[in-house]
């Protein structure tokens, strides 16, 4: 094959990769935090550093690992009391990654989740307010069975399941982190 | 002349690439997974959703002489239901080839194409879906029938049908797929009388059945968001009614995927590895087979979902 031929066999996946860079970002952080935890009137990041036996613990009680030991997590407070956590996570959806928060109450029940960021162009339900719903006042021993009490999402499964498994994932981090601290 | 350049295959290739080119910008189109160039995953589309595949499969080289043949298939998808799958393709066939004539398989020079080769129906069905299941298995049937033959590029009538067991595994949360498959395929053909052979030149007319058993598996990692890069092979037997097995080869390569919002590209090459069965007289390249395959392949494809 000639030149020419090889350059365009290899110029469309290049254009394509240009064209559909476009990330859909429908929340800021602090727009997820304050939709969480209403009730808060301040966020402070809280820095935390999970160990190796933290993150094993993570992984026996969520079932998938917690692939940084630097979690982005916040403190809400309501007059200088605890009210809650935001813990803000990365998940694989088909192709990109899909960025969403929970709010963890401080006895470790899910307050909601936020999607702030999903790139693919079909499944776009995960954003659907009732699917995000049915994860509300889970806890940590709650199952998570995609299908049995979260329902899959046609066409995105791959997203609602590894979202599912996130937002336990965030539970187990609570537990094992944050649920002794006030 | 170079046939993939000169007279048709420049306009060709970039006919089908300038084809998916403008189809991806406009419109909201869904990636779906199509990882692999030679072997397929589980997945079916959701219900109610379509999707366009442009297929190039470039094979060439056969050890002597000139030898180049492109497979173009064009096939549009639709998802019956979730976990129904159905599909039709029309295929095109270029094919240039001299200085090797093999008895019984390349009978002429051939410069010829793109020329309509055949259609295809296809149907997938999900039994295990590997996001929600842990484990993928579907089952691909499709029929098929061909006029030209792909090798030689000579007029022939086969039908064929297949029956392909797909299995797909998520690895990591789905950075890394695994995929594996087993096909059963068989053929019945009859050939056109050719005129002009070369003196005591084979060229049967009388019907044959061929079955062809294959297998193959594949792994591709997500190297970052949108883009895989993996390695696949694929082990293909073939027995006919008169030889008894006719040929076995074993192709692998590296395959790379992008797949975004609007369309998603897979390039794989593939070359033989290994091979046997009939060779031609004179073949130097004894561990391979090299009368119905070729040396190497390259294959891209290209879908736009809608």
Same mark, same amino acid.
């Given at each position: ?23 859909a970002d429908y929340l800021t952080v602090a727009q997820a935090q304050h939709i969480l ?23 026996? +009680? ?5 692939? !940084?030991?630097?979690? &982005? ?8 009391? =605890? #009210?809650?956590?935001v813990?803000v ?10 960025t969403y928060a ?10 909601g989740v936020e999607i702030l960021s999903y ?8 954003r ?21 009490? +979260? ?5 995105? !499964?791959?997203?609602? &399941? ?8 965030? =539970? #187990? ?10 | ?306």
């Open positions: 094959m000639t030149r020419f031929t090889w350059a365009s066999l290899f110029a469309v996946p290049v254009l394509a990769a240009s064209s559909s860079a476009i990330a935890v209403p009730q808060a009137d301040a966020f402070a990041a809280f820095p935390v550093t999970l160990s190796p036996a933290q993150l094993t613990q993570i992984r026996q +009680i969520s079932g998938v690992p917690q692939r !940084t030991a630097q979690p &982005r997590v916040w403190r809400a407070t309501s007059g200088g009391r =605890l #009210a809650g956590w813990i996570d990365e998940v694989i959806g088909k192709h990109e990654y899909i929970t709010g963890i109450s401080p006895d470790g029940h899910v307050l790139r693919e162009s079909k499944g776009g339900q995960v659907d307010v009732r699917w995000r719903s049915l994860f509300r006042g889970k806890t940590v021993r709650d199952k998570f069975k995609l299908n049995q009490d +979260i329902p899959n999402i046609s066409g995105a !499964t791959l997203s609602s &399941r590894n979202i599912t498994d996130g937002v336990k994932r965030l =539970l #187990a981090i609570h537990a094992v982190a944050l649920a002794q601290v006030r | 002349m170079n046939i993939f350049h000169g007279r048709f295959g420049g306009n060709l290739f970039s006919g089908f690439l300038a084809l998916g080119a403008v189809a991806a910008f406009p419109g909201a189109a869904h990636a779906d997974e199509n990882l692999f160039g030679y072997n397929t995953g589980a997945e079916t589309l959701p219900k109610g959703s379509g999707e366009i595949y442009v297929f190039n499969t470039l094979r060439s080289d056969k050890g002597q002489g000139t030898y180049r043949a492109l497979d173009t298939e064009i096939e549009g998808e639709y998802g019956v239901t979730d976990r129904i799958t159905v599909s039709a393709a029309a295929s095109f066939l270029t094919i240039k080839t001299n200085g090797l004539l093999i008895d019984g398989y390349l009978p002429a020079p051939i410069d010829k194409g793109p020329r309509f080769s055949g259609l295809e129906v296809k149907s997938k069905f999900n039994i295990l879906s590997p996001a929600l299941d842990d484990f993928g298995l579907a089952v691909i049937t499709s029929a098929e029938w061909k006029r030209l033959d792909p090798h030689s590029g000579q007029l022939k009538t086969e039908y064929e049908g297949k029956v392909v067991i797909a299995a797909q595994k998520y690895f990591r949360q789905g950075q890394i797929v695994w995929v594996g498959n087993l096909g059963l395929k068989a053929g019945h053909e009859t050939r056109a009388p050719i005129a002009n052979l070369p003196a005591g030149f084979d060229w049967p007319t009388t019907p044959e059945m061929e079955i062809e058993l294959s297998a193959g598996t594949g792994l591709s990692y997500r190297v970052a968001p949108g883009w895989f890069v993996g390695a696949e092979t694929h082990y293909t037997s073939e027995y006919e009614t008169e030889v008894g097995q006719e040929r076995w080869s074993l192709f692998a390569g590296p395959t790379i995927h992008y797949g975004g919002e609007k369309f998603w590209a897979t390039l794989t090459w593939f070359p033989q590895i290994k091979g046997g069965g009939e060779r031609y007289p004179g073949q130097t390249d004894t561990g391979l087979h090299l009368i119905e395959k070729t040396k190497t392949e390259f294959r891209f494809k290209l879908g736009i979902n809608f």
